[in-house]
């Protein structure tokens, strides 16, 4: 609930902190810290007969990977259409809004008679000014996720990471992670926090975020934040 409120997600909120947001500050503090009380209670809910209920189905196996693949299209294809529905419903009904239409001028592409060579503004505007489109961030985001995948073997996760850190934080401090869940945290942290690849992901997105707000002249720090904001972003 902080994080939405600070506006972003959980790597939204590694990305609004490296632009220099207060509020993504105050909320990664207190999302670390609720990281490892809420994976013992992830834990501690699935030993008991209400955390087994349910399945947990590996599609290739059941259906083969053709199989499976036909099934994961499908599913995207009954998301897209109901996407599309809902937006020519929206549009109907007068509460659409242009995926661009919250643009602010400065992130528009500029006028085709500015264009002039490679090596202009023109270009520099497009690359490290003008806002990525949904479908070129979605284009950008796949492949990344999908070399994450190749070369680690694992899915793209942000929040894991903050158990770890949390772990290595406190544990020095007398700090008890006793709990089974948490063997494999501890033996992460013993061994550094830059041996595992999510931190290292994760300080990616703080540092690339604080990179693409320099490159585009908008760096500031905005950490005028009231009580009653801290409140709420815990």
């Known amino acids: 609930m902080g994080m939405m409120i600070s506006g972003g997600c959980a790597s939204g909120t590694l990305t609004d902190m490296g632009e220099g947001e207060g509020r993504a500050m105050v909320s990664l503090i207190f999302f670390v810290l609720a990281a490892a009380p809420g994976e013992w209670a992830r834990y501690a809910i699935d030993q008991t007969s209400f955390g087994k209920i349910g ?32 937006e020519n419903k929206r549009k109907v009904e007068g509460t659409y809004m242009d995926p661009e239409g919250d643009w602010e001028d400065f992130e528009k592409p500029l006028k085709d008679e500015e264009k002039t060579s490679f090596f202009s503004y023109h270009t520099y505007h497009k690359l490290f000014i003008e806002r990525f489109t949904f479908k070129t961030g979605a284009l950008l985001i796949a492949i990344i996720a ?19 850190w949390e772990v290595a934080l406190l544990k020095p401090l007398g700090v008890n992670f006793s709990s089974p869940v948490f ?52």
């Open 55 to 86: 399945f947990r189905m590996y599609l290739p196996d059941t259906f083969g990977y053709f199989g499976a693949l036909l099934i994961s299209l499908a599913a995207v294809g009954l998301i897209y259409w109901y996407t599309i529905y809902y």
């Open 146 to 164: 999908t070399f994450i995948v190749i070369t680690t073997g694992k899915a793209w996760g942000v929040t894991s990471s903050f158990t770890l």
């Open 183 to 234: 063997t494999s945290i501890v033996e992460k942290a013993n061994a550094g926090l830059l041996s595992d690849g999510g931190t290292i992901r994760n300080i990616g997105l703080v540092l690339g975020g604080t990179v693409a707000f320099l490159m585009a002249g908008r760096m500031s720090f905005k950490i005028n934040l009231a009580k009653k904001d801290i409140l709420f972003l815990h």
